[in-house]
């Protein structure tokens, strides 16, 4: 099965604690085909991206727990590959820096649009073969 533009349905974890953004995330996502797993804090979420696999992880900076960035620090650390975006109120210069430093691929500024969330997943899916 593949979306517009060759790519494959993707296994997303979106690591967000509030309910209104994950009920949004969810239904923008499965809207474009992919499927989406939550997890609400940082420590939960930096655990189930080891145990399990996914081609896209969208992580808020501030989480219960366990910040969004020691997150992705840690998750490079272990050896974690697959894309992970950054999900912030405010991506000042200084926050980007910090992020790229920490392994983020990319950033997201709420309010994200559907087509926002649609679009970054499009840019981190790997062709169908």
Do not use: W
Request: proline residues 5%; negative net charge.
């Amino acid at each position: 099965m593949s979306i517009e533009h060759g790519a494959q349905h993707m296994r997303v974890l979106v690591v967000d604690d509030n309910p209104a953004n994950v009920e949004y995330f969810i239904g923008a996502l499965e809207t474009a085909g992919h499927v989406v797993e939550v997890e609400v804090d940082g420590i939960a979420g930096r655990d189930r991206a080891l145990r399990e696999a996914f081609d896209l992880i969208i992580l808020d900076i501030q989480l219960p727990s366990m910040s969004g960035e020691a997150v992705c620090r840690e998750l490079r650390a272990a050896g974690l590959t697959s894309p992970i975006v950054a999900l912030t109120s405010a991506a000042m210069p200084e926050q980007i820096s910090r992020g790229t430093k920490a392994g983020f691929d990319a950033y997201l500024t709420k309010p994200i649009s559907p087509n926002q969330l649609r679009e970054t997943a499009r840019r981190f899916a790997r062709p169908s073969v």
